[in-house]
């Protein structure tokens, strides 16, 4: 990804690419939601990035740019994600990886992938904002280097999901529906059309709306959430980094920051999977939630951005759904139950 969009990248011929071949995912239309909501639907399905979820975007840039500093390790806070990407590129990498994440709030999944690449994972007795707040302070005082959003390298890299819309519908679309957590994705969407826009690659900007979780609403309520809740794990956060990112997209744009409903995310998230056939995670349904709620002009394009794959948290998918029957390994016993 990071050869693909170099010149809108801060990198230089010293830089060592770090890559997993991240980026270039599908652009998705989606007939079944286009249908429902009554405008042409596509979705950017940031769950076939290599670990899973847009974070490899940011991460890909970050880890680079730390390999070319000489940086030894790297840390950060994380819902899930952002540690199962990290973990990936570090190793990749040769760096240390270390990861603060809240106790029992993160998807088994992603905790499996932040093992798996050898990430040093401690789980902290708080919430995501708890666990951001330690980093920051730690990377003051230790020679580490933090890879969470708050890196401006991360929003950099991010911003090329972007680019890559409009190098397919060839400009940008009218509208673009963004889950909104750490809020330092739709800081980066944002960059990535306004710049894309200056360099002549698209003659407009899309209406940026991004959605928060009821219980997880600081932007929308005005005011950090000291207990943040939803089932949406990935956006469950009270205080974000880029807060202000979020409301310049929205107001720059004459788009908004708006909440949706834990009910309103799973039922987004079923009707994600059943209809159009694309299984993400709950955060992500969100953007698709908040679009069905507000709706799209007839006749728009609207972009909904699913951030990650939802196999990440089979935990959520099989409470969603009834546990599969159990049979006798007998031709009539399965014909009887499948009325077939
Ligand atoms: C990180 C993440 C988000 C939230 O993105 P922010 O940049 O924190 O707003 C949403 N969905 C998924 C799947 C994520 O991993």
């Known amino acids: 990804m990071i050869e693909e969009y170099r010149d809108f990248l801060p990198v230089s011929a010293a830089t060592p690419v770090i890559s997993l071949a991240e980026g270039a995912t599908p652009l998705l239309e989606a007939p079944r ?3 429902r909501v009554g405008a042409r639907v596509l979705l950017k399905v940031e769950g076939a990035n290599p670990t899973g979820s847009f974070k490899d975007r940011g991460m890909t840039l ?3 740019k730390a390999a070319e500093a000489g940086d030894r390790a790297v840390v950060c806070a994380s819902t899930g994600n952002t540690s199962a990407s990290a973990a990936a590129y570090a190793g990749r ?12 709030y993160i998807a088994l999944g992603k905790l499996a992938q932040a093992l798996v690449h050898g990430a040093r994972v401690l789980q902290v007795r708080g919430n995501f904002d708890d666990a951001l707040a330690i980093v920051r302070e730690l990377a003051e005082q230790a020679p580490v280097t933090v890879v969470n959003s708050v890196n401006p390298h991360r929003i950099d890299g991010q911003k090329t999901a972007a680019f890559e819309v409009v190098d397919v519908l060839g ?11 750490n809020a330092g994705n739709i800081t980066a969407w944002w ?3 306004c710049e894309y826009r200056n360099a002549g690659q698209a003659t407009r900007l899309p209406r940026m709306l991004g959605f928060q979780a009821a219980g997880a609403a600081p932007i ?19 205080r974000p980094a880029s807060w202000y990112g979020a409301t310049a997209a929205a107001s720059e744009s004459g788009g908004a920051i708006l909440a949706v409903t834990d009910e309103a995310i799973l039922a987004a998230y079923r009707f994600l999977a059943s209809a159009e056939s694309v299984f993400c995670e709950p955060a992500s349904a969100a953007s698709v939630a908040g679009l069905l709620e507000v ?14 794959h939802g196999l990440k948290d089979p935990d959520i998918a099989i409470s969603q759904i009834a546990v599969p029957m159990v049979v006798d390994a007998d031709l009539g016993a399965v014909r009887t139950e499948l009325a077939l």
């Open 295 to 308: 709706g799209a002009p007839a006749g728009s394009t609207v972009v909904c951005v699913l951030t990650g």
């Open 191 to 193: 960059k990535g059309y």
């Open 93 to 104: 990498a040769g760096l240390t990886c270390a990861v603060l994440i809240p106790e029992g």
């Open 171 to 181: 400009d940008a679309p009218d509208i673009l529906c963004i889950p909104v957590g």
């Open 62 to 64: 970050a880890i680079s």
């Open 220 to 238: 929308v309520e005005g005011h950090p959430i000291e207990s943040p809740d939803t089932v949406a794990t990935a956006i469950r956060i009270g």
């Open 33 to 35: 939601l286009s249908e």
